[in-house]
């Protein structure tokens, strides 16, 4: 999720590895909606900076705290995409929520990894390979999580599924694939 200085001549090397794979740059899937019991516990007006120390707003989108609820909801709608039992999802993976509100639009957006659980079935486990561990987020006000898979490279996906605002409050990586 975050960008890595690599030395200049392996930087030709690596480009012609990733190329191809970056032509056909598209998520994976289209989003889904997947309804949540509930309305957001973090309103925008209690934004916060996040533990990863972002900044509290950028261009108007302020960044959020995650809440235990929220969390859950994010997870139950990763899982409802893919199509999986919840509890085949282990947890997020350190340090990977964000989460934001754009007061302009009244949309909630988030992005989160998470880990199988090691019950879970190994077709399952493969799934959350090569971005299949990565859940895009989308709400507008009250509504249902719009949710799209991640796909490889990561900042390819985050580039084309967030504004650019929100990549900033989160400080992301913002160049297109």
């Given at each position: 999720m975050r960008a890595r200085r690599v030395a200049p001549g392996i930087?030709?090397?690596l480009g012609l590895l990733v190329?191809?794979?970056i032509i056909g740059c598209q998520s994976n899937s289209?989003?889904?909606s997947v309804a949540t019991s509930s309305p957001p516990a973090t309103s925008a007006a209690s934004a916060t900076a996040t533990s990863s120390g972002t900044p509290a707003s950028s261009g108007g989108v302020q960044n959020l705290s995650v809440s235990p609820e929220v969390?859950?909801?994010l997870i139950a709608a990763f899982a409802a995409r893919k199509?999986?039992?919840v509890d085949y999802v282990a947890r997020s993976s350190p340090d990977s929520v964000y989460y934001s509100y754009d007061p302009a639009t009244e949309t909630?957006?988030?992005m989160a990894d998470y880990e199988p659980a090691n019950a879970a079935p190994e077709a399952v486990k493969v799934g959350f390979q090569?971005?299949?561990q990565v859940g895009l987020y989308k709400k507008a006000g009250n509504g249902q999580w719009q949710v799209t898979l991640g796909t490889e490279p990561a900042a390819c996906a985050e580039v084309s599924f967030f504004p650019r605002t929100v990549l900033d409050v989160w400080s992301l990586p913002k160049?297109?694939?």
């Amino acid at each position: 999720m975050r960008a890595r200085r690599v030395a200049p001549g392996i930087t030709l090397v690596l480009g012609l590895l990733v190329a191809p794979g970056i032509i056909g740059c598209q998520s994976n899937s289209a989003p889904a909606s997947v309804a949540t019991s509930s309305p957001p516990a973090t309103s925008a007006a209690s934004a916060t900076a996040t533990s990863s120390g972002t900044p509290a707003s950028s261009g108007g989108v302020q960044n959020l705290s995650v809440s235990p609820e929220v969390r859950g909801e994010l997870i139950a709608a990763f899982a409802a995409r893919k199509n999986i039992p919840v509890d085949y999802v282990a947890r997020s993976s350190p340090d990977s929520v964000y989460y934001s509100y754009d007061p302009a639009t009244e949309t909630y957006w988030a992005m989160a990894d998470y880990e199988p659980a090691n019950a879970a079935p190994e077709a399952v486990k493969v799934g959350f390979q090569d971005g299949g561990q990565v859940g895009l987020y989308k709400k507008a006000g009250n509504g249902q999580w719009q949710v799209t898979l991640g796909t490889e490279p990561a900042a390819c996906a985050e580039v084309s599924f967030f504004p650019r605002t929100v990549l900033d409050v989160w400080s992301l990586p913002k160049e297109a694939c």
